[in-house]
């Protein structure tokens, strides 16, 4: 469900619009181990012929996709022009190099936004020269980097994009008094959140949630079966914990002993972890929010009253409202930032800052 319907201009268009275009197409796609990035093939007049974007991590690049509907059409890409959000990437991941597939294919011109400083990635633009293809950068610069400024800053980082989730009443508690709490939140609101475990590289809950909930934390389909990529499930904390939990039942699993996110997060960095969603419990979720580590906030709401229980964040060592942490609604990307899932809400927030 793409935040806007993306129009395609027709006519002769100046770079600086050709730009335009690639950064509004990045934003269909979806951040999390990667950032949103959208490419433009174009012919030398600037009439545009193919139009790409990444769709998250394992799916291909924005430049690859462009180049893919141009196979698909049997365009002639040679002599054409490609302006790309970001610069292409040098380096074989999860899919192939973007410099070589774009010398390959015979564009003659090529223009991104803003370096791909990245350990991994950088280098596309060196390589494209090596092969000829004029290569400049710069355009849209500014709005380019605010569509990927938290991203790139945990990039930078090296930690991975954290991504929390917290299912909650109406009056923010996650649990009753009594530690029920399955389920708050309602069956399309579950599977949306089987969705996210899907798209990320780990998940993970504090001990205690591992012990009072034993969760499975595995993702399925809204049959039960699990289905697609399957997350390293990671237990934080310090305490020795039962070998019969549920989430032991599975290879892929981790226990960091440690209280202490930054920890945990380079831990996880070091085992090729790039986007981590947080689960809970409250303890865990705070601890991430007091050290500004939480990259996006899904928060799920269901039409629900307790009055009384667990609350979904705790203390933050806030005591006056001019403290507040701020959020605002995401704008940016394919998740809308305020959606009704069967009865409860689901809201995507970013940090303000
Ligand atoms: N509705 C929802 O979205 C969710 C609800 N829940 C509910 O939350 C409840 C559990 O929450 P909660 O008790 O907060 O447990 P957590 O799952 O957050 O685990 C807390 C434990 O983790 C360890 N720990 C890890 N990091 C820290 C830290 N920075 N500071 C202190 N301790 C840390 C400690 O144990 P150790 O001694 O091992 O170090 C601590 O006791 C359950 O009722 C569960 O049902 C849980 C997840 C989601
Ligand atoms: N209670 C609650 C959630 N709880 C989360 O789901 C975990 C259970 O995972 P699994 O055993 O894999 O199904 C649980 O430990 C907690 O992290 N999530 C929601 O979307 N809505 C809810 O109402």
Redesign the pocket.
């Known amino acids: 469900m793409p935040a806007k319907t993306l129009e395609i201009p027709g006519g002769k268009l100046s770079g600086e619009q050709l730009m335009q275009l690639a950064l509004d197409a990045s934003l269909q796609g979806i951040r999390g181990a990667n950032p949103l990035v959208g490419a433009v093939l174009a012919n030398s007049r600037g009439e545009v012929l193919h139009v790409g974007w990444h769709r998250g991590a394992g799916s291909p690049h924005a430049e690859a996709d462009a180049l893919a509907q141009a196979r698909a059409s049997g365009t002639d890409l040679r002599g054409t022009h490609m302006y790309v959000s970001l610069e292409p990437c040098n380096h074989t991941a999860r899919t192939g190099p973007c410099s070589r597939a774009v010398a390959d294919a015979g564009v003659s011109y090529l223009h991104f936004a803003i370096g791909d400083e990245t350990e991994d990635a950088a280098g596309g633009a060196a390589y494209l020269r090596s092969r000829g293809v004029t290569v400049e950068s710069g355009l849209l610069k500014d709005r380019a980097e605010k569509i990927n400024r938290r991203w790139f800053a945990a990039a930078e980082a090296k930690r991975p994009w954290v991504t929390a989730k917290i299912?909650s009443t109406l009056d923010g508690f996650i649990a009753a008094e009594d530690g029920s709490?399955?389920?708050?939140?309602g069956t399309q609101?579950?599977a949306d959140?089987h969705e996210l475990r899907q798209r990320a590289d780990a998940i993970l809950?504090g001990t205690q949630?591992a012990v009072t909930?034993n969760?499975?934390?595995?993702a399925r389909d809204s049959a039960g079966r699990e289905s697609g990529n399957q997350p390293l499930r990671v237990i934080m904390g310090e305490r020795d914990l039962p070998e019969d939990l549920?989430v032991f039942r599975d290879s892929k699993v981790l226990q960091v002993r440690s209280r202490r996110p930054r920890v945990v997060l380079n831990e996880l960095y070091s085992r090729g972890v790039r986007h981590l969603m947080v689960?809970?419990g409250p303890t865990v979720v705070s601890a991430f929010l007091r050290e500004n580590l939480v990259d996006e906030l899904l928060w799920?709401q269901a039409p629900k009253v307790l009055g009384a229980g667990r609350r979904g964040v705790g203390d933050l060592g806030i005591s006056t409202l001019s403290e507040a942490g701020q959020w605002e609604i995401d704008q940016l990307g394919m998740q809308p930032g305020l959606i009704q899932l069967g009865e409860d809400l689901r809201l995507h927030l970013a940090p303000r800052n």
């Open positions: 299912a709490s399955q389920w708050i939140t609101a579950r959140g809950v949630t909930d969760p499975r934390l595995s549920a689960e809970g799920y």
